[in-house]
């Protein structure tokens, strides 16, 4: 089978190496950006994060898979894919990195907590004992959406002492008793929840509902010392009202794993504020990078042999 990846070839924690390893009897190919000239030809797609629409699929001659390398489907059309009989599947973040991107999320509020960026500058200004950090413990932490990456953050977090509080769009009670958080409310209760946080992490996938979810009247909602933490997908945050609430000092700071456009202009005004980047990696290390190869190439063997994929989505 030809197998299209819609990267770079490096990209993704040597994904494409790995993956190529497990299946060398097929035909493989890099696009070299996140997208693709044409789909005719191929079996396979992996599409990170490209978009694949109606159009796009309107080119395809004998596609039978859209496997991705992680959860994010969002610029997939699923039904477009479903009536030409097209596979869709992904590699829930419960199965493959859900436990690497809540690590990076701790790191990123560390990183804030203890003022990194003001470290570099110290140590550039040959300044010791400089900045003087805050400590996590005490402090609460409103995690938004409690899936799988929001669970594994909360798994972790118990560690620092901290308060655990949640959003979830159906049955807050039982997940409030079932992961033992000191509160759990609704999305018509992010006021509150906003209102109560030091960190406001963002565990969510990105719908149409979703989209620019935290804007001007979120950012208002925060304490000025709270964080903004998004480790799911930029689409999540305005970016225009972040970058104003930074600005005016509405909040404290901010830590990106994922952008309004990827990747992000390193020149955007927005970085000269306090955020804390790193460049959407937070579900990349050695062992999720191994559950998700072995997901997504267990998928193309089953295709390759007439059966179903595991984890369809359309």
């Known amino acids: 089978m030809k197998i299209l990846f819609a990267a770079h070839e490096d990209a993704w924690g040597g994904f494409l190496a790995a993956v190529k390893s497990e299946l060398p009897q097929h035909e493989w190919e890099a696009s070299g950006r996140f997208g693709f000239d044409t789909l005719k030809g191929y079996d396979v797609l992996i599409p990170t994060m490209s978009e694949v629409n109606r159009e ?42 859900a436990d690497a991107v809540a690590e990076l999320g701790v790191y990123l509020m560390v990183g804030l907590s203890r003022d990194v960026n003001r470290m570099a500058a110290s140590l550039a200004g040959r300044q010791m004992g400089y900045p003087t950090g805050r400590a996590l413990s005490g402090k609460t932490v409103g995690i938004v959406g409690l899936g799988g990456i929001g669970r594994a953050l909360i798994k972790r977090l118990r560690a620092f002492d901290v308060r655990l509080i949640g959003m979830k769009r159906r049955d807050p009670e039982g997940a409030r008793v079932e992961l033992g958080l000191e509160w759990v409310g609704t999305p018509d209760d992010m006021n509150e929840m906003l209102g109560r946080s030091d960190f406001v992490v963002l565990c969510l996938p990105l719908t149409a509902e979703s989209r620019n979810l935290i804007g001007r009247k979120a950012f208002k909602a925060m304490k000025s010392e709270a964080f903004l933490i998004n480790l799911s997908r930029g689409g999540l945050v305005d970016r225009d009202a972040l970058e104003e609430a930074l600005a005016s000092k509405r909040i404290a700071g901010a830590g990106l794993d994922v952008f309004w456009e990827e990747p992000p202009d390193p020149e955007d005004p927005i970085f000269r504020y306090n955020v804390l980047a790193t460049p959407h990696i937070a579900g990349s290390t050695d062992v999720s990078i191994r559950n998700i190869v072995q997901v997504a190439a267990e998928n193309i063997r089953r295709v390759e042999k007439g059966q179903k994929p595991l984890h369809i989505k359309n």
Do not use: K, M, Y
Request: with cysteine; hydrophobic share 45%.
């Open 56 to 97: 796009h699929l309107s080119g395809t001659d004998r596609l039978r898979l859209i496997q991705q390398c992680g959860a994010g489907l969002e610029g997939v059309d699923l039904a477009a894919a479903r009536e030409r009989n097209i596979w869709v599947a992904n590699v829930p973040t419960v199965v493959g990195n």
